[in-house]
């Protein structure tokens, strides 16, 4: 949802300043978001049980690159394609 969308849809008249708060916890959550997917090596071993070294490193890939487009939605490029 963007500010524009959460003013019209709630009501709120936007003042000054409000976007900028609106900005800041927008890239807080983002940011939050994509730390959780930096997973240490034995992490990722936990949770998903044994698996070798490729796979390991298709995994770590996979989420570096989600991670990449939590903070940079405009990098999507799979829900660009569609």
């Not at 969308?5 to 409000?18: I, K, L, R, T, V």
């Not at 959780?36 to 770590?60: C, F, N, P, Y």
Request: with cysteine; net charge negative; hydrophobic share 45%.
């Amino acid at each position: 949802m963007t500010f524009d969308e959460f003013c019209n849809q709630s009501g709120h008249y936007a003042e000054n300043g409000d976007r900028a708060m609106w900005d800041a916890a927008v890239l807080s959550t983002r940011e939050a978001a994509a730390k959780a997917l930096e997973l240490t090596d034995s992490e990722i071993r936990l949770m998903a049980g044994e698996m070798t070294g490729q796979e390991l490193r298709t995994v770590q890939a996979v989420l570096k690159a989600r991670a990449t487009v939590i903070r940079n939605p405009e990098l999507d490029l799979i829900r660009r394609a569609k």
